[in-house]
Structures are given as C-alpha cells and as structure tokens.
C-alpha cells in the first residue's frame, strides 16, 4: 500500500482538528451561558461534542491521517513506535492550524449576537486553574487532572490501534472515552487534553488565557509519555507468554 502523502494528512488533520474544536469549544461558547441561559446544553451536551466530533472524524479521516486531530495523541504514538517522528511535523501543523481556524470561525460567528461578543478568558471555553477553573480548582488539581487523562485517552488510541482490533470499533472507543474525560474534568479545568484544542482559543481570549496556556501543552505531552508507559507495560511482547485460557500453567 502507497504511503499517504504530506498533504493529504496535513489537510486532514487541518479539517479533522477544525471540526472537533468547532464542535468542543463551539458548543461551549455558543449553546450554553450567556447565549441560551436555561436552554444552555451543560457539561453532558459539551462532552458529548467533543466524543461525537472525535468519533465521526475518526471516521472521515481515519484512512487517511489516523485521526490523531491532537499533538498529544501524535506524539504518544511516536513514542509508542506507531508513527514515525519525522512525520510529527506535518500533523502538528495541520492540527494548529485547523484549531486556529475553527476558533476564528466561533469568535466570528458568536460576535453576530445581537448584544455583540467580545472573546476573554470567561467566555470564551479557555482552559485554566483558579480563577479560569470553572470549580476553582488550583494549580495541582490542574496538573493531576490533565496529566492522568491525557494518559487515559492515549492508551485507548494505543490499545485500539492494533492490526487485530476493528477500526470501526477503534472509532467508537476513543470517541466514548474523550467523552467520559469531559464529564470528569470539565469542571476542573474546562478540559484540555489536547494542546490544538487550548491553543486554538487562548489566542483569541488573550488576557490570562494566554499567560495559563503553556501548562496546557505542557502537561497534556507529559500525560501522553505516561500513556505510552501504561501501553507498553500492557501490551509489550514479553519472552514467555501464557495462552489466558491456561491459568492452571501459572501454577504448575
């Protein structure tokens, strides 16, 4: 099978990322607060966006990029040895920019209320500790919170990208799993877990979501090197393997 060019992995991870910040960060500016008060979707519709997103681009774009649409994910799996580190530049670049573009898009479209929008660390789905911790979670909780799901959703992409395991399937899980991290860390610190997604909206907030932005591309590459650790402690090939329908041979 031919090797998938630059360009189109650049391009579909551009539009991969774009639709998942479109639909995260999107629907937490635009379907909840200050725009829909009682009919806002709350922390169930938001992470429910982000799974949905991740999970039909998974989809789209799985064929031909792999879908990482985060720079975590890329490089938990050049640590992991399923993607070569050369290509790390290409899918980096497509995420930032798709990002970038997908928080344009929500500042343009959310400043066409009929009060006006102007985008700030409040309004804007920023990600943050103490004042921009939707609980008012400090530092350390931040730091926990992102490293360990970050790591979570690493080894899920890790563990379903086997030649054994149905991609369809593979889609599904990860899908699900950014899901569940939403409904945890949410509160903590509106979820990052993905340094496109913090990125893609810190730059048009300004303010003190540009001063918090470096812990979220920080700690969410520092979660994938412990997702790729638990991955190979998981499924690394070990010098004797015992069939798991054979548990009387651990005891012999």
């Known amino acids: 099978m031919a090797e998938v060019s630059a360009r189109r992995i650049f391009s ?15 629907s937490a500016v635009l ?12 922390v169930l519709g938001v992470s429910l966006s982000f799974g949905l ?7 789209a774009i799985g064929n031909i990029s792999g879908c990482h649409i985060n720079p975590a994910v890329t490089v938990g799996l050049i640590l992991a040895r399923k993607l070569e580190a050369r290509k790390a530049g290409v899918y ?4 930032l920019l798709g990002g970038v573009l997908a928080g344009l898009m929500i500042w343009v479209v959310a400043s066409g209320a009929s009060g006006g929008f102007t985008p700030d660390a ?13 609980g008012g979670f400090g ?33 599904l ?28 909206v810190a730059v048009f907030a300004g303010g003190d979501a540009l001063v918090q932005l470096w812990a979220f591309i920080v700690f969410p590459l520092v979660g994938a090197a412990v997702g790729a650790v638990a991955w190979w402690l998981v499924d690394a090939p070990e010098e004797t393997t015992i069939a798991p329908d054979e548990p009387e041979d651990l005891l012999a």
């Open 92 to 95: 980096v670049a497509g995420q």
């Open 173 to 200: 899980a990860v899908g699900m799993t950014l899901t569940l991290i939403h409904l945890v860390s949410i509160p903590v610190t509106n979820t990052s877990v993905n340094p496109a997604r913090s990125i893609a």
């Open 12 to 26: 579909a991870e551009a539009i991969g990322t774009f639709v998942l910040v479109s639909a995260g960060p999107g």
């Open 122 to 134: 409040t309004n804007f789905a920023v990600n943050g500790w103490g004042a921009l911790s939707p």
């Open 31 to 42: 379907a909840t607060g200050g725009f829909f008060g009682e009919g806002s979707i709350g």
């Open 139 to 171: 530092f350390g909780a931040m730091v926990v919170t992102e490293v360990v799901m970050t790591a979570i959703l690493v080894f899920v992409v890790l563990s379903t990208t086997r030649r054994d395991f149905s991609a369809a399937a593979g889609g």
């Open 53 to 59: 997103a991740l999970l039909v681009m998974a989809y």
